[in-house]
């Protein structure tokens, strides 16, 4: 900027009145610039903060006793797993391709201690557990699968077979899950003996080639009986979302020999055709006896590549005060609550030692099994159960995703896996935790009527979660704590559906969703493991319902009212308590303590479950004992270090002789009052698909859960002693922070000081190249 005075000749007035004006101009320009620097020097870099939350944990200080829940460290299943390669007559492979011929260390997991002990050290100064881990070895050589227990930790030098003790059963060879070693000889396999074979067909009917290849996708369980390992694999184009590019063709493998060179084709499917072998399809296509399938491009509708430059961030919540949480090794500390937590590779993410107030609520929240059961006509989908324990729930925990996955400010914590390689996989970011902000009150009141005033709390909730993408699908698991005193588990399913080629008549099992795709219908079923602990090991079961009654009306002789009544039992057996999804059952459930709140009542937990399931598979079918746990919306047990999951690794591959039939453990009909009960929670979901399922399941509506609730366990609601509770009163100014900090918030806030983004999940992703 500068000023212009004219050169020209001009009357004098005229000049001067342009100098005045220029250095009016100059003067006005300066101070702006000194108001500027002014202001500029006396504002703080960054906003002025709101000081650090100091009573967020109530005084409450990490100890190291949720250790004994700890999964193993990275050193310890390296251990482990030199340990076991050294003992040489397990004569273990160290590849990760092994043969199924071979033997292979499939799994190191932590081997939970026996509950007594470890209370005993919780509660009472006793011993530390000794700390164990439990492998797990496929033999192919003696032809049978072994678990092992392995101690001490660190440093191990024992172990001890203890199959027979688990399981009360030898377990079958073929009762095995299949390793990365058994898919690459698969793999091979269909590339030489299926798409070699009928090479000609596959180019014509779908564009084959090198480049643009097939890709499989194996339906379950393998076979009709015990001792079955064949697999139909049907084939979808190679691209992005291929679960919904089915191609129709399918192959039946006879994979029961551990020795590759034994395996079969035994039967063909192409565009809804049986052949008893591929030589038959190439003789019968060749001779023009076949309706054949042209090649078609298709449209990319499975790819999740945006289709327009993404341009939006959604609302951001960040901790204002900092972190109202804590975070060490495996505990957690928020508020009132404290908890411990782990991540199994097979059952997935669980919490132990779940205290609010210091109280222990429950020993152990986890999660235990997903199933789902397809319907279809071909035969790549219409046996399918998938029971996704058996090939890992936990396993799947991959990186999540900052802003998407979880909140962008969320605190994420590495986890570590051996299972089904070679070496201990670290899994980064594999777990979120966060405090957030539900954005509906906890609970408010606007009092209208004679004494006004406002009192209100937002439902922060402290969130713990893990995404476990198995094959297709996606399941996001959530703990959440509430600052009522309530534990909610939830789970939701996003992902892609799976789909088969659709034909004439298979529209009875599902909606056709995209070019020649019929979406499969399926249930979801989904187990959690409850261990509530209230006020001691020692509970009972009560269940709370209501009933009309007729009751005369004392005041009026003669005239009745029907009035809805409490009605009260307590459930005395595993028998009685094992509450069937087709029977009608009390609404209020309960784990209650003997001991009575202020008012007189039994203090209990309340289990809330919210499901929308399917049917469950018909009992006399014989895969139904390997999922019997979905026969019941709730069923109570006594506790047993024996009965420490409703599932097994093995009740896939060996589903009609499963090493876990969680209707076992209701057989022996224990009596449940005043014992140490566990409560096992079926949730789940109908799944028909449609056609907004393309190219992924949304979370909205897709899932279900339960709560647990506290039911007369305190004399009030305890959230009455939040530090976030706001307060307004028509006596106090409109602004004043007192009671609500919200006045001050505007004055006090920090900036959000944000984590960049970072993601490396593509690293612990299953290899099959040799
Ligand atoms: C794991 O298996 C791979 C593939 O066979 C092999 O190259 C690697 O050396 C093995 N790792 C160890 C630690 O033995
Ligand atoms: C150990 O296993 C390998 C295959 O991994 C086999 O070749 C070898 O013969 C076995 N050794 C013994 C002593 O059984
Ligand atoms: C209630 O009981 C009275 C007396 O037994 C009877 O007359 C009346 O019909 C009953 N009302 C209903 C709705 O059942
Ligand atoms: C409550 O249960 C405990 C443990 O079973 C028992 O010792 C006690 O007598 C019971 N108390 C009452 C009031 O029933
Ligand atoms: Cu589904």
Redesign the pocket.
């Given at each position: 900027m500068g000023c212009y005075i004219s050169t020209e000749r001009q009357r004098t007035p005229k000049k001067m009145n342009t100098i005045l004006k220029c250095l009016l101009t100059v003067f006005v320009f300066a101070s702006v610039v000194a108001n500027i620097v002014f202001i500029i020097l006396h504002t703080p870099r960054t906003p002025k903060c709101a000081p650090e939350f100091q009573d967020a944990l109530k005084g409450k200080k990490h100890d190291d006793k949720g250790l004994v829940f700890a999964d193993l460290t990275s050193e310890e299943y390296t251990q482990v797993r030199d340990y076991m390669w050294s003992v040489s007559a397990l004569n273990i492979s160290?590849?990760?391709?092994?043969q199924p011929s071979e033997n292979v260390l499939f799994l190191i997991e932590l081997h939970l201690p026996p509950k007594s002990e470890v209370l005993r050290y919780l509660d009472k100064g006793g011993p530390r557990p000794r700390r164990e881990a439990k492998a797990v070895v496929f033999s192919g050589s003696k032809q049978s699968i072994s678990e092992y227990i392995v101690w001490p930790l660190p440093n191990p030098d024992h172990h001890q077979d203890v199959t027979l003790k688990t399981y009360n059963q030898e377990l079958h060879i073929n009762a095995r899950t299949v390793t990365i070693g058994e898919y690459v000889a698969l793999f091979k396999f269909v590339h030489k003996e299926v798409f070699g074979k009928v090479k000609t067909i596959l180019e014509e009917s779908f564009g084959y080639s090198e480049s643009n290849t097939l890709n499989p996708f194996e339906g379950m369980p393998r076979g009709i009986q015990s001792g079955d390992r064949q697999t139909w694999f049907s084939f979808f184009r190679d691209r992005s979302g291929f679960y919904i590019h089915p191609v129709g063709f399918e192959v039946l493998i006879n994979h029961r020999d551990t020795k590759s060179s034994m395996w079969k084709v035994e039967k063909a499917l192409y565009n809804g055709e049986y052949f008893a072998s591929l030589e038959e399809l190439n003789e019968k296509y060749a001779a023009g006896k076949v309706k054949k399938i042209r090649y078609k491009e298709s449209r990319d509708y499975g790819s999740l590549k945006p289709r327009h430059k993404p341009t939006g961030f959604g609302p951001l919540q960040y901790d204002v005060q900092g972190k109202r949480y804590s975070v060490r090794n495996n505990q957690v500390l928020y508020l009132d609550w404290s908890f411990a937590f782990g991540l199994s590779s097979l059952t997935g993410m669980r919490v132990f030692d779940i205290r609010f107030k210091g109280e222990r609520i429950a020993y152990e929240l986890s999660v235990q099994e997903a199933m789902s059961v397809y319907g279809s006509v071909t035969p790549g989908m219409m046996l399918t159960k998938f029971i996704d324990s058996s090939i890992g729930i936990g396993r799947f925990a991959h990186e999540l995703v900052r802003g998407v996955d979880c909140p962008y400010t969320a605190t994420f914590v590495d986890t570590y896996r051996y299972i089904d390689t070679?070496?201990t996989q670290r899994f980064r970011n594999s777990i979120c935790i966060f405090e957030h902000n539900t954005g509906r009150p906890l609970r408010r009141h606007f009092s209208d009527f004679f004494s006004n005033s406002y009192g209100g709390l937002a439902n922060n909730v402290l969130v713990f979660r893990t995404i476990t993408a198995i094959g297709n699908y996606d399941y996001m698991w959530d703990f959440m704590f509430y600052q009522s005193g309530s534990v909610e588990a939830k789970v939701h399913a996003t992902g892609y559906i799976s789909s088969s080629y659709k034909t004439e008549d298979n529209l009875r099992y599902g909606h056709q969703v995209a070019e020649n795709t019929l979406g499969n219908i399926h249930t979801h079923f989904i187990n959690f493991k409850v261990d509530l602990d209230v006020l001691g090991r020692k509970n009972m079961f009560l269940t709370k319902d209501m009933e009309f009654v007729n009751v005369s009306l004392p005041w009026i002789p003669g005239e009745y009212a029907q009035i809805p009544r409490l009605v009260e039992r307590q459930l005395k057996t595993e028998g009685e308590a094992a509450l069937r999804y087709d029977t009608k059952t009390a609404r209020y459930l309960h784990i209650a303590s003997n001991l009575t709140n202020r008012w007189g009542h039994p203090r209990s937990y309340r289990l809330q479950v919210a499901s929308f399931t399917g049917d469950h598979l018909p009992e006399a079918v014989p895969e139904e004992r390997a999922m019997s746990w979905a026969r019941y919306k709730v069923a109570i047990t006594k506790y047993k270090d024996e009965e420490q999951t409703s599932s097994s690794l093995y009740n896939q591959n060996n589903i009609w002789s499963p090493a876990v039939d969680f209707s076992q453990f209701i057989e022996d009909n224990e009596n449940i009052e005043s014992e140490d009960l566990v409560a096992w929670v079926t949730t789940g979901f109908l799944h028909i698909p449609h056609a907004e399922d393309i190219p992924n399941t949304v979370s909205v509506g897709n899932g279900g859960g339960v709560i647990l609730r506290p039911h007369n366990y305190f004399d009030e609601d305890p959230s009455m002693n939040s530090p976030d509770s706001v307060y307004i009163h028509p006596s106090e100014p409109a602004d004043s922070c007192t009671n609500n900090r919200f006045a001050c918030l505007a004055k006090e806030v920090c900036a959000p000081s944000l984590p960049t983004f970072t993601y490396n999940g593509f690293e612990g992703v299953m290899k099959f190249e040799?």
């Amino acid at each position: 900027m500068g000023c212009y005075i004219s050169t020209e000749r001009q009357r004098t007035p005229k000049k001067m009145n342009t100098i005045l004006k220029c250095l009016l101009t100059v003067f006005v320009f300066a101070s702006v610039v000194a108001n500027i620097v002014f202001i500029i020097l006396h504002t703080p870099r960054t906003p002025k903060c709101a000081p650090e939350f100091q009573d967020a944990l109530k005084g409450k200080k990490h100890d190291d006793k949720g250790l004994v829940f700890a999964d193993l460290t990275s050193e310890e299943y390296t251990q482990v797993r030199d340990y076991m390669w050294s003992v040489s007559a397990l004569n273990i492979s160290r590849s990760v391709f092994a043969q199924p011929s071979e033997n292979v260390l499939f799994l190191i997991e932590l081997h939970l201690p026996p509950k007594s002990e470890v209370l005993r050290y919780l509660d009472k100064g006793g011993p530390r557990p000794r700390r164990e881990a439990k492998a797990v070895v496929f033999s192919g050589s003696k032809q049978s699968i072994s678990e092992y227990i392995v101690w001490p930790l660190p440093n191990p030098d024992h172990h001890q077979d203890v199959t027979l003790k688990t399981y009360n059963q030898e377990l079958h060879i073929n009762a095995r899950t299949v390793t990365i070693g058994e898919y690459v000889a698969l793999f091979k396999f269909v590339h030489k003996e299926v798409f070699g074979k009928v090479k000609t067909i596959l180019e014509e009917s779908f564009g084959y080639s090198e480049s643009n290849t097939l890709n499989p996708f194996e339906g379950m369980p393998r076979g009709i009986q015990s001792g079955d390992r064949q697999t139909w694999f049907s084939f979808f184009r190679d691209r992005s979302g291929f679960y919904i590019h089915p191609v129709g063709f399918e192959v039946l493998i006879n994979h029961r020999d551990t020795k590759s060179s034994m395996w079969k084709v035994e039967k063909a499917l192409y565009n809804g055709e049986y052949f008893a072998s591929l030589e038959e399809l190439n003789e019968k296509y060749a001779a023009g006896k076949v309706k054949k399938i042209r090649y078609k491009e298709s449209r990319d509708y499975g790819s999740l590549k945006p289709r327009h430059k993404p341009t939006g961030f959604g609302p951001l919540q960040y901790d204002v005060q900092g972190k109202r949480y804590s975070v060490r090794n495996n505990q957690v500390l928020y508020l009132d609550w404290s908890f411990a937590f782990g991540l199994s590779s097979l059952t997935g993410m669980r919490v132990f030692d779940i205290r609010f107030k210091g109280e222990r609520i429950a020993y152990e929240l986890s999660v235990q099994e997903a199933m789902s059961v397809y319907g279809s006509v071909t035969p790549g989908m219409m046996l399918t159960k998938f029971i996704d324990s058996s090939i890992g729930i936990g396993r799947f925990a991959h990186e999540l995703v900052r802003g998407v996955d979880c909140p962008y400010t969320a605190t994420f914590v590495d986890t570590y896996r051996y299972i089904d390689t070679n070496f201990t996989q670290r899994f980064r970011n594999s777990i979120c935790i966060f405090e957030h902000n539900t954005g509906r009150p906890l609970r408010r009141h606007f009092s209208d009527f004679f004494s006004n005033s406002y009192g209100g709390l937002a439902n922060n909730v402290l969130v713990f979660r893990t995404i476990t993408a198995i094959g297709n699908y996606d399941y996001m698991w959530d703990f959440m704590f509430y600052q009522s005193g309530s534990v909610e588990a939830k789970v939701h399913a996003t992902g892609y559906i799976s789909s088969s080629y659709k034909t004439e008549d298979n529209l009875r099992y599902g909606h056709q969703v995209a070019e020649n795709t019929l979406g499969n219908i399926h249930t979801h079923f989904i187990n959690f493991k409850v261990d509530l602990d209230v006020l001691g090991r020692k509970n009972m079961f009560l269940t709370k319902d209501m009933e009309f009654v007729n009751v005369s009306l004392p005041w009026i002789p003669g005239e009745y009212a029907q009035i809805p009544r409490l009605v009260e039992r307590q459930l005395k057996t595993e028998g009685e308590a094992a509450l069937r999804y087709d029977t009608k059952t009390a609404r209020y459930l309960h784990i209650a303590s003997n001991l009575t709140n202020r008012w007189g009542h039994p203090r209990s937990y309340r289990l809330q479950v919210a499901s929308f399931t399917g049917d469950h598979l018909p009992e006399a079918v014989p895969e139904e004992r390997a999922m019997s746990w979905a026969r019941y919306k709730v069923a109570i047990t006594k506790y047993k270090d024996e009965e420490q999951t409703s599932s097994s690794l093995y009740n896939q591959n060996n589903i009609w002789s499963p090493a876990v039939d969680f209707s076992q453990f209701i057989e022996d009909n224990e009596n449940i009052e005043s014992e140490d009960l566990v409560a096992w929670v079926t949730t789940g979901f109908l799944h028909i698909p449609h056609a907004e399922d393309i190219p992924n399941t949304v979370s909205v509506g897709n899932g279900g859960g339960v709560i647990l609730r506290p039911h007369n366990y305190f004399d009030e609601d305890p959230s009455m002693n939040s530090p976030d509770s706001v307060y307004i009163h028509p006596s106090e100014p409109a602004d004043s922070c007192t009671n609500n900090r919200f006045a001050c918030l505007a004055k006090e806030v920090c900036a959000p000081s944000l984590p960049t983004f970072t993601y490396n999940g593509f690293e612990g992703v299953m290899k099959f190249e040799e």
